[in-house]
Nanobody, 124 residues
Framework: VQLQASGGGLVQAGGSLRLSCAAS????????IGWFRQAPGKEREGVLC????????YYADSVKGRFTISRDNAKNTVYLQMNSLKPEDTAVYYCKADQITVATMCRFMPYDYWGQGTQVTVSS
């Protein structure tokens, strides 16, 4: 059972980037998906979490209207589309899959292991 976040890079402010979260060993569509980030010197935060069953989503206020989640079930992959990027979006981004509520997932982030994540750097 593995999740791998990828697609990070360097982008100018105002630009867009799409991160991927590919699953192996399980079917992502059976799980809620969460995207999280941690900037240098800051606490990790839940960015966007989305249920696969009831359509519920949780957005951090800072990304509302700019970030969206989509799924490609054929590829067992979830994407985080990030538009109108700001320098404050610079962080390492992580993805998780779980079967808890999206609010619990994004607000309480009940995880001990995070893996490497993918670095997003937004230049001003």
């Amino acid at each position: 059972v593995q999740l791998q976040a990828s697609g990070g890079g360097l982008v100018q402010a105002g630009g867009s980037l799409r991160l991927s979260c590919a699953a192996s060993g399980f079917t992502l569509d059976d799980y809620a998906i969460g995207w999280f980030r941690q900037a240098p010197g800051k606490e990790r935060e839940g960015v966007l979490c989305a249920s696969s069953s009831d359509g519920s989503t949780y957005y951090a206020d800072s990304v509302k209207g700019r970030f969206t989640i989509s799924r490609d079930n054929a590829k067992n992959t979830v994407y985080l589309q990030m538009n109108s990027l700001k320098p404050e979006d610079t962080a390492v981004y992580y993805c998780k899959a779980d079967q808890i509520t999206v609010a619990t997932m994004c607000r309480f982030m009940p995880y001990d292991y995070w893996g490497q994540g993918t670095q997003v750097t937004v230049s001003s």
